[in-house]
């Protein structure tokens, strides 16, 4: 379990150094068994480590920890109670995909095989009060239809894998492809994607058909 905290807290680390979320902005945690260890509340990541977790049954009720969890605890349950797989959940505010969240603009994602992979069809959700009941419950439709990353209008993004590893990349990617995007539109060049076969062709090979 050590090895499992230390690995998402080095990764905490990361996604504020490479400037994926902002001062205190962002929540992140992983599922050990039926516990749930979460970034504290008003934390600046870069100074995270792994003594600085909370720790949370599944019902979101503390039972471990020194800090308050994060106000998004209530996101990272439902993600983890609808998706058994799931066994990281990373929300962020990355400066070049909140231009998408904040402008509504759809994020061309499949410019890239690497982004087809990692990314899948990306899910929008509609601007909702961060921390409450009802912003969880947004995602619903959205896990259902097993998407992985989600733009949040007016507020941020959520990427989620089955290893700490795999969300991380897929934060990064979306990043990535948003930056791509924004620079594309910023010198009058229109965003070519992969043909829709190509894309089927890509996707099937992946899944060995």
């Known amino acids: 379990m050590k090895e499992i905290l230390s690995e998402l807290a080095s990764y905490v680390r990361l996604a504020w150094d490479r400037q994926l979320t902002e001062s205190t902005g962002g929540n992140m945690s992983v599922r050990i068994d039926n516990k749930i260890y979460i970034t504290p509340t008003f934390f600046i990541k870069h100074f995270f480590t792994v003594d600085d977790f909370v720790v949370l049954n599944m019902n979101g009720k503390k039972i471990g920890g020194k800090f308050e969890a994060s106000s998004e605890y209530r996101m990272h349950t439902k993600i983890y109670k609808e ?88 934060l990064e990617t979306l990043e990535t492809c948003s930056f791509v995007s924004v620079m594309g539109s910023l010198v009058k060049e229109n965003i070519k994607e992969i043909p829709k076969d190509e894309v089927k062709k890509f996707l099937d090979k992946l899944s060995g058909k």
């Open 83 to 170: 998706r058994d797989e799931i066994k990281s959940v990373f929300h962020a505010h990355p400066r070049w995909t909140l231009i998408h969240a904040i402008t509504h603009k759809k994020l061309p994602s499949c410019i890239l095989p690497e982004t087809i992979f990692m990314l899948g069809e990306i899910k929008y959700i509609p601007y909702c009060m961060p921390g409450t009941d009802e912003f969880a419950e947004i995602f619903s439709p959205g896990l259902k239809e097993r998407k992985r990353t989600f733009i949040l209008e007016n507020h941020g993004v959520t990427t989620i894998g089955e290893s700490i590893k795999e969300a991380f990349a897929r």
